[in-house]
C-alpha cells in the first residue's frame, strides 16, 4: 500500500525526513502511521489467529518502542510548548495542553501494558488469542482515535495560526536532532 500524500511504501515506514521541514505536517503523517496501527491491532483483535498475527505485532511493537516516544516528545516539548507561548488569551490553551498532557501520561501507562501483552506473543510463548492482548489492543487503539481526532480537529489549527515560521523551523530542527536527521532545509 503506498500513500501518496506522504510517500510511504508501508504504511509504518518511517516518513521521510524532508516533511521535518513542516513539523505540524510531519506529526500528521505520524497521524496516518498511527491510525494504521491502530487498524492492525483491531484486525489481530478480531482476528488474532491469522497467519501474519505475530508478525503484525511485531511490527506493532516496533513502532511502539520507537516511533511512539518521539512523536510523543515531538508534541510535548517542541510543538505544545511553543503553542502555548503564541497562543492569545481568547485561545483557552492552557486547558487543552492540560488535557493533552494527562492523555499522554495515561497513553504511557496503556503502551507499557500493551507491550507488555504483546512480547510473549511475538516471542511464540502465548498465543495471539490471549486475552490480556486482545482486551489492551482494543483499548489503545480506542484512545488513540480519539486522541489523533481531537489534536487534528482542535490543536493543529491553532497551531497552524499562532506559530511564527521561527518558531515551526526550531520545531523542524529539534524534532529531526531527536532523530539524528539532518537539520531541515527550508
Not at 501483552?117 to 498465543?127: F, L, M, T
Not at 486475552?131 to 489492543?137: E, R
Not at 497551531?159 to 515560521?165: C, G, Q, S
Request: proline share 8%; aromatic share 4%; glycine share 2%.
Amino acid at each position: 500500500m503506498v500513500s501518496p500524500s506522504i510517500g510511504l511504501s508501508s504504511p509504518l515506514d518511517p516518513i521521510p525526513e524532508n516533511l521535518l521541514r513542516h513539523p505540524i505536517d510531519f506529526i500528521c503523517a505520524d497521524h496516518y502511521r498511527q491510525r494504521v496501527l491502530c487498524d492492525i491491532l483491531d484486525s489481530l483483535v478480531f482476528e488474532p489467529d491469522r497467519d501474519s498475527a505475530r508478525d503484525d505485532m511485531a511490527a506493532v511493537l516496533a513502532y511502539l518502542r520507537t516511533d511512539l516516544p518521539l512523536h510523543v516528545a515531538d508534541e510535548e516539548e517542541d510543538l505544545l510548548p511553543r503553542l502555548l507561548i503564541r497562543a492569545e488569551p481568547g485561545d483557552r490553551i492552557r486547558r487543552m495542553l492540560l488535557v493533552l498532557s494527562e492523555e499522554h501520561e495515561s497513553d504511557r501507562e496503556l503502551v507499557a501494558r500493551l507491550v507488555r501483552a504483546i512480547e510473549p506473543i511475538v516471542a511464540g510463548d502465548k498465543p495471539p488469542d490471549d486475552a490480556s492482548f486482545l482486551k489492551t489492543a482494543a483499548a489503545f487503539a480506542a484512545t488513540q482515535r480519539r486522541h489523533i481526532d481531537w489534536e487534528e480537529r482542535v490543536v493543529f489549527p491553532l497551531a497552524r495560526m499562532r506559530l511564527t515560521r521561527d518558531d515551526l523551523a526550531e520545531i523542524g530542527q529539534e524534532m529531526a536532532a531527536r532523530r539524528g536527521a539532518s537539520p531541515p532545509v527550508a
